[in-house]
């Protein structure tokens, strides 16, 4: 099985590009974030003549949005709301007896006190509430995967430069203490760091302000899938399709696949 993680940044504008990575990479399952469309408006069609009949979608217009595309079909669906808003973050499936939940954690905004920045105070909420639902709904041998746009760059590694970036949201001390300890609730796999060494850059973002991103390569790592052991012992590979982060009007964001055997 094969599942893959997008953050597409308006998926009725990058609708063939999806396809294309469907085509070129052959995922069973696609989790896509900031959809940026109302359920209305989701092009279905596209997708479905591509071989993914079964599809799960929460979306709003302009901003956020979820959907889980697969060739499977789903057992169960849900859709959750996360800190007192409906704002489309959080969606779950599950295929194969595995629950597969869809993240879109805040960015957080440009200031890194809550007290002066509601955004970055309502994504250490939002980390904080999943955590707790992770440890109240599950034990930690039940398969469950959690992937999506974190927002959040936890390890040394997963940035550019962890020293200038400390006091930068997304891999600021509170954002990493949380997010660490929402790995923990069930003792998460990360996919990635799972096959790549903690001393080796990773990333799956790019600024869309480097002119030429693979020149400046000051990337974050924000999108994620991990795995609980039930699942984490299937893991066979991890892949972050870069390229396609050059495809023409590409999103910020690469897609990242796992392969389970």
């Known amino acids: 099985m094969k599942i893959m993680s997008w953050n597409i940044n308006s998926v009725r504008l990058r609708a063939p590009m999806v396809v294309k990575m469907m085509e070129e990479a052959q995922p069973d399952i696609i989790c896509l974030q900031e959809t940026k469309c109302p359920d209305e408006a989701f092009p279905f069609k596209v997708f479905k003549r591509a071989g993914y009949d079964h599809i799960h979608v929460h979306g709003m217009k302009s901003y956020n949005g979820q959907a889980i595309l697969s060739k499977m079909p789903f057992e169960s669906t849900a859709i959750h709301h996360r800190v007192g808003r409906e704002d489309c973050r959080h969606i779950a499936v599950t295929v194969d007896g595995i629950d597969i939940h869809n993240l879109y954690i805040p960015a957080g905004g440009d200031e890194p006190d809550p007290n002066l920045n509601e955004k970055y105070k309502?994504?250490?909420?939002?980390?904080?509430?999943?955590?707790?639902?992770?440890?109240?709904?599950?034990?930690?041998?039940?398969?469950?995967?959690?992937?999506?746009?974190?927002?959040?760059?936890?390890h040394e590694h997963d940035v550019w430069s962890s020293k200038q970036l400390k006091n930068v949201v997304s891999h600021t001390e509170p954002e990493i203490t949380r997010l660490l300890k929402m790995q923990q609730s069930l003792n998460f796999t990360d996919a990635a760091r799972h096959f790549i060494p903690m001393d080796e850059k990773a990333y799956s973002w790019w600024s869309y302000r480097n002119r030429d991103w693979k020149v400046s390569n000051r990337g974050r790592r924000l999108d994620h899938i991990w795995m609980t052991e039930a699942v984490a012992g299937s893991l066979s590979s991890y892949d972050m399709f870069s390229h396609a982060r050059d495809w023409d009007k590409p999103s910020d964001h690469a897609p990242i696949m796992i392969t389970l055997n």
Do not use: Q, W
């Open 122 to 154: 309502h994504k250490l909420d939002f980390v904080d509430e999943i955590t707790a639902f992770f440890a109240s709904h599950y034990k930690k041998n039940n398969k469950v995967i959690a992937l999506g746009d974190f927002n959040i760059a936890p």
